[in-house]
């Protein structure tokens, strides 16, 4: 629709520089190469209505297009990463990230990346769709509630299980079936939790207790330190607090000066 195209348009990145003039195919990652390739798919539909699209495979990659839309459209309360570099790296994360969706024919359901990246277009093209689509295209890949007898509901790109065992496996390396079984043990997060509140790791609204918002946090955040620290925080799934880990170096290092001072 050009309504949606219209919306999500302005999310990708300007070329001031693009060479018109130029006979090489332009394949950066920006509004200007989308149009030069949206120009020749009118004589030449194959590839070029690919290369055009949102989710290009020529105009950038296609987890700098699916961050783009969600950075762009994902925002306050909706927001899904904290950086785009971290949504770079989480995008690798997700279930056939090496894909590229095709035109006209999105995966609009399932634990993938071709699923994400359709919300996350879907999200970006209006403020009003952003309130319903912006979940299913973060981590957790749909709304987290769960039925009496503990089934997750509203499922659209995975659930919250599948989303923090993604991220886990991929940056952790623990395997999927043990994430997955811990996780059925953890309670579901609190529906009435925004995504902000989620992927921010505010442990005073997540709980210190393991759950689920906590690992996918935790979890997010050992994308870019997979310490052993980190990576055992979000393998318990508990919410550690920048404040915390501090205090913590700063007990390590003290036992460290006191230990040194005793053999002096």
């Known amino acids: 629709m050009i309504t949606q195209c219209m919306g999500i348009c302005k999310y990708f990145p300007k070329n001031p520089n693009f060479p018109l003039g130029s ?3 332009p394949t950066d990652n ?3 190469c989308r149009g030069w390739h949206s120009w020749v798919a009118i004589g030449i539909p194959v590839p070029h209505c690919q290369h055009a699209s ?3 495979n020529v105009c950038g990659d296609e987890c700098e297009n699916y961050c783009d839309n969600v950075m762009g459209g994902c925002t306050g309360t909706n927001q899904q990463y904290i950086t785009r570099a971290l949504c770079i790296d989480a995008c690798m994360a997700y279930p056939g990230n090496d894909v590229y969706t095709t ?4 995966t609009t359901s399932g634990n ?9 277009q879907v999200a970006g093209s209006s403020a009003t769709l952003a309130n319903v689509h912006c979940i299913h295209a973060g981590p957790s890949g749909g709304n987290n509630a769960k039925d009496a007898g503990g ?11 599948e989303g923090y065992c993604n991220l886990l496996n991929y940056t952790c390396g623990d395997a999927i079936n043990t994430c997955m079984t811990f996780c059925a043990t953890l309670p579901p997060t609190d529906p009435t939790l925004t995504s902000k509140d989620i992927y921010m790791g505010d ?5 210190n207790s393991p759950n ?3 690992g996918t946090s935790e979890a997010l955040e050992a994308l870019e330190d997979n310490s052993a620290a980190q990576c055992k925080a979000a393998r318990e799934a508990v919410c550690v607090s920048g404040a915390s880990l501090l205090q913590a170096s700063w007990a390590v290092l003290a036992v460290m000066l006191l230990a040194l001072s005793s053999n002096l």
Do not use: D, M, W
């Open 151 to 161: 089934t997750y509901i509203n499922q659209v790109c995975g659930n919250e299980c």
């Open 30 to 32: 920006s509004r200007e």
């Open 23 to 25: 006979t090489a195919v």
């Open 203 to 207: 442990a005073a609204k997540l709980g």
């Open 112 to 120: 993938s990346f071709a699923c994400r990246v359709y919300h996350a």
């Open 212 to 214: 689920v918002a906590c």
């Open 54 to 56: 949102p989710s290009s």
């Open 103 to 106: 035109p006209g024919n999105p």
